[in-house]
């Protein structure tokens, strides 16, 4: 498993005070107005991605620069990283359950409240597709398991052995401890959830994972649930998770921090707020990560998370930046 090498980037500090002094004008007019009415100022278009899948961000940048939309920019880019057999927690390559099986999870939500869902899902190499497709041609939400795989084939996805050299050996290795936690090492861990404005102010997203590594069979984690691993709202933002999914669940955090901006906070307040109220459930635990990423109408962005490490990937017009976010517990030197 590959780990992460984090950049600091300069430019995120003062994207930060500009947020900071935009929140603070919001802040106020939000008082006598309704938050969701921020002025165009905008930064749009944009794109932002949980972790340094800067491939992913070029990609839906690709479509959103040349006026292309945000369903479409946030569908392409997370494809990206589910055709990349290295990475090990997304699509092909993914790490399998600890039956050996490689089974998927994934969501998208476009600037109508659409949304579509695909969990348990086997053999398949862009589960966001599905997820797209049982959203567009469906009258459904979710589909899981073994119809969510015959729905796929129905609609021209090719049968894919999911499991590589990499991960079969890794998971044969496992298999001498058959070790298994439901806590994702802090660092080690790569759920991709994007979120994109478009030209016309749209916002949409996409989450998808392999989920947690060796999983009990038929587990499905936060990220193909709408609200707990992404949520869209339109007139107010959008907010994505990556870490434990579990805890995630609980605090339908996705949802919570879409709400948080909706009441006036920033997507940085809302992140760590969401992290906080986990936190207060989890008194002095230490042995988790989870990262959420957030984005305001107004292309503002935020990101915090449980232990130092986790960052985000974003592309607008002044051009890619890697931002690392801030953390509830501080980095142990
Ligand atoms: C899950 N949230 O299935 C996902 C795991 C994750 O990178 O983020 N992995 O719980």
New binding site residues.
């Given amino acids: 498993m590959k780990r992460r090498t984090f950049i600091k980037n300069s430019t995120f500090s003062a994207a930060g005070l500009i947020s900071a002094s935009l929140l603070a004008s919001n802040n106020n007019e939000q008082k006598e107005k309704k938050p969701s009415k921020i002025a165009s100022t905008s930064n749009k278009p944009i794109v932002v991605c949980t972790w340094n899948f800067n491939k992913a961000t070029s990609k839906a940048w690709e479509i959103l620069s040349t006026d292309g939309n945000s369903l479409d920019a946030v569908e392409q880019g997370v494809m990206v990283e589910e055709a990349d057999p290295t990475n090990e927690?997304v699509g092909l390559g993914g790490r399998p359950d600890r039956d050996g099986n490689v089974t998927l999870?994934a969501c998208i939500m476009d600037k109508d409240g659409n949304c579509g869902s695909v969990v348990y899902l086997q053999n398949i190499v862009h589960p966001i597709s599905v997820a797209r497709k049982v959203m567009e041609n469906t009258p459904h939400i979710i589909l899981a398991g073994k119809g969510a795989e015959q729905f796929a084939y129905e609609n021209g996805f090719k049968k894919t052995d999911l499991l590589t050299e990499s991960t079969k050996k890794q998971y044969e290795e496992w298999k001498k401890t058959s070790k298994y936690e439901t806590i994702?090492n802090i660092e080690n861990?790569?759920?991709i959830g994007m979120l994109a404005i478009d030209n016309n102010g749209d916002i949409a997203g996409a989450c998808t994972?392999s989920?947690?590594a060796y999983k009990v069979a038929g587990r499905v984690?936060?990220?193909p649930i709408i609200g707990a691993?992404l949520y869209i709202d339109n007139e107010v933002g959008g907010a994505t998770?990556?870490?434990?999914?579990?805890e995630?669940i609980k605090t339908v955090g996705s949802f919570l921090i879409v709400e948080l901006m909706r009441q006036g906070k920033s997507p940085q307040e809302a992140c760590e707020e969401g992290v906080k109220r986990i936190m207060k459930k989890n008194k002095g635990r230490t042995d988790f990560q989870i990262g959420f990423l957030a984005i305001n109408k107004n292309g503002e962005t935020g990101g915090y998370c449980v232990h130092p490490g986790f960052t985000y990937s974003q592309f607008t017009n002044t051009g890619q930046t890697e931002n690392q976010v801030e953390s509830f517990y501080k980095k142990q030197n």
Avoid at 241 to 246: C, L, Q, S
Wanted: aromatic share 0%.
């Fill in positions: 927690t999870d994702i861990h790569d759920t994972t989920g947690m984690g936060d990220s691993g998770a990556t870490g434990v999914g579990e995630v």
